[in-house]
């Protein structure tokens, strides 16, 4: 039963154009949101999160977008740049009160010079 | 870098033996969570400790185990050792349980 899906293994995107991840979710308990970047032979690397009451979280050139009623959420990443090539997760949490990140398969994204 | 180191990198072992994999959290954070990621299941949560104490359990087999020790720093066990046992092997800490978790490098583990 995957809980959190990402439907898109990958996706290429021109070098300075907007890059934008899709998250879906099924289970209306997950309370809070995360995305990890990982590139090979390293560690998932925390980028940005929301929380179930926010719909909108900005950092730098990452925003995170949460629309609770479609149970979808969204990363952009504007202007898009060759070193954020890599796998993206994105991941919920908030589970009958479990603390266990529940993750997506993720999605490669390549950026293109 | 996260700040959580993990030991070994690599490990290459045979099926029915035993493994310790170690995990040291950021400084100041008292949980300290292990995943697994293998080809076809992606990133899946096994256990979490808090300031010593089991705290949430995810599909760990009984043939792992875990434990975080009095300085914070964690112990994965697995046993008897099976070939669809090898995969990354990640460990996470935070500050607050629930929210934003930092990852080490993993461990990649084989078993032949």
């Known amino acids: 039963d995957q809980q959190v899906k990402q439907n898109s293994p990958s996706l290429s995107v021109q070098e300075g154009r907007i890059s934008i991840l899709n998250c879906d979710y099924t289970n209306s308990m997950f309370d809070y949101f995360l995305w990890y970047k990982k590139y090979p032979a390293e560690g998932p690397t925390f980028l940005i999160s929301i929380s179930s009451i926010k719909d909108k979280n900005e950092d730098g050139r990452f925003t995170v977008f949460l629309n609770k009623s479609a149970k979808h959420l969204s990363l952009h990443i504007v202007p898009s740049q060759p070193g954020d090539s890599a796998v993206y997760f994105c991941a919920a949490i908030g589970e009958e009160g479990a603390q266990k990140l529940v993750f997506g398969q993720g999605t490669r994204l390549t950026i293109n010079p | ?112």
């Open chain 2, 1 to 112: 870098d996260s700040g959580v180191t993990q030991t070994p990198k690599h490990l290459i072992t045979a099926t029915g033996q035993r493994v310790t994999l170690r995990c040291s959290p950021r400084s100041g954070d008292l949980s300290v969570y292990w995943y697994q990621q293998s080809l076809d299941q992606g990133l899946q949560f096994l256990i979490q400790y808090y300031n010593g104490e089991e705290r949430a359990k995810g599909n760990i087999l009984e043939r792992f185990s875990a434990q975080q020790f009095p300085d914070l720093h964690s112990e994965l066990n697995l046993s008897s050792l099976e070939l669809g046992d090898s995969a990354l092997y990640f460990c996470a800490s935070s500050v607050v349980s629930g929210h934003e978790q930092y990852f080490g490098p993993g461990t990649r583990l084989t078993v032949t």
